[in-house]
């Protein structure tokens, strides 16, 4: 069913919190590229119960199944996962019984037993990535690639990758890859004693990094967010602030006119007012 030996080539014990998900790659040989793959669910093989099929609907609320033909893997996904339970990654052998192999999923409420921070992990090229596989359990420590070879409590390399394995810290281990390379991308395992847990390395190029340059007249300036914000929030103080200068001073010039105007009026009422006077001799 599957290529390679040993613990290279199938999770045997998966470890997970309760209500999380956790997704496992199943290798198989390259003949088996067009055939009809599943994960089946129960102890034996002859039992176990259909959870998630590539020719049927490929997710639910439980499972999903996705296929990668260029490296002869697909990859099972179990998700709210509530008991422990025993698996087998298969193919559907036409002529023939089918074929696959099992692995166990072991369900804890507390902190699982080997973990990581995340499943995926993205590096570049020529770039360095580090994983820390933490655990509570005892057990030897290694890092292997998945249908390739492993590194081991130290240094070594996998697939033309540097590893440099650091144990010195409690309850967690550090793998450290450096001088990535297109072919380092695939599924790896962090494994502490009988459990493993699969990591998934993306080895991607690095985005350029290039100055702002113009086009015609136009001119692109790139400004810190902090100094961007700071613009916009002075450019909303300048716009009110202008408006109720402006406010003020039509207020102003219109009271100036208002008190000219009142000011000739009292003017001419008061030489009115001199020219109406009549003057009486009084005697006594």
């Keep these: 069913f599957f290529t390679g030996t040993g613990s290279t080539s ?51 609320e439980k499972y999903s199944i996705s296929v990668d033909k260029n490296k002869n893997i697909f990859t099972v996904t179990m998700k709210q996962t509530n008991t422990n339970s025993d698996y087998w990654c298969a193919v559907e052998i036409d002529y023939g019984p089918d074929d696959g192999y099992d692995f166990h999923l072991s369900v804890t409420s507390g902190t699982p037993s080997l973990y990581v921070d995340s499943q995926e992990v993205t590096g570049f090229i020529g770039g360095n990535t580090t994983i820390n596989c933490r655990y509570r359990t005892s057990g030897g420590m290694k890092w292997c690639k998945l249908g390739s070879t492993c590194v081991t409590e130290g240094s070594g390399s996998i697939d033309g990758t ?10 967690v281990f550090s793998v450290i890859m450096t001088d990535l390379r297109p072919e380092s991308s695939g599924w790896y395992y962090c494994v502490r004693g ?20 113009a086009v015609g007249t136009q001119a692109t300036t790139t400004v810190p967010s902090g100094q961007e914000r700071s613009s916009v929030d002075l ?28 000011g000739k009026a009292d003017s001419a009422k008061s030489k009115q007012s001199k020219e109406e006077v009549t003057y009486t001799d009084v005697r006594f």
């Excluded at 540097?162 to 309850?171: K, L, P």
């Design 235 to 262: 450019t909303n103080f300048i716009i009110p602030l202008s408006l109720l200068i402006f406010i003020v001073i039509v207020a102003l010039f219109a009271w100036l006119i208002l008190r000219h105007k009142r």
């Design 162 to 171: 540097s590893v440099t394995m650091n144990t010195r810290a409690d309850n």
């Design 10 to 60: 199938r999770a045997k014990t998966v470890s997970v919190k309760t209500g999380a998900s956790v997704s496992v790659p199943c290798l198989y040989s390259p003949q088996y590229r067009d055939n009809v793959k599943y994960l089946c669910e129960g102890y034996e093989w002859f039992s176990c119960s259909y959870a998630v099929k590539t020719n049927t609907q490929q997710s639910s």
């Design 194 to 213: 009988d459990f493993q847990m699969p990591v998934h390395l993306t080895v991607a190029v690095k985005p350029a990094v290039t100055p702002s340059s």
